[in-house]
Nanobody, 116 residues
């Protein structure tokens, strides 16, 4: 059974930092690209960052220079280090991957709130 479990969300003041984790189980983690998405209230879900199995990385323009995605294949975990957080980063953050049979898997999401 495939599971993605996010953790690390919370409330932080503008300029603060959070580190999100997504632990995967039931898959050969190292062979898949992993993604972080977010969805703010009233908005569509958007891609935040991607890391491929080979370690190539892409970011949304809105988070470049502030967020860092990484992965630890030994721990079946992908991370999102978020620095210099802004109010507009407030959203539910989701971990995602797509299987080779094009099935999409999502975690349950973790809330990030940036507010003074």
């Amino acid at each position: 059974q495939v599971q993605l479990v996010e953790s690390g969300g919370g409330s932080v003041q503008p300029g603060g930092s959070l580190r999100l984790s997504c632990a995967a189980s039931g898959i050969i983690f190292s062979i898949y690209a992993m993604y972080w998405y977010r969805q703010a209230p009233g908005k569509q879900r958007e891609l935040v960052a991607r890391i491929t199995s080979g370690g190539s990385i892409n970011y949304a323009d809105s988070v470049k220079g502030r967020f860092t995605i990484s992965r630890d294949n030994a721990k079946n975990t992908v991370y999102l280090q978020m620095n210099s957080l802004k109010a507009e980063d407030t959203a539910v953050y989701y971990c995602h991957f797509r299987s080779f049979t094009t099935l999409d898997y999502w975690g349950q999401g973790t809330q990030v709130t940036v507010s003074s």
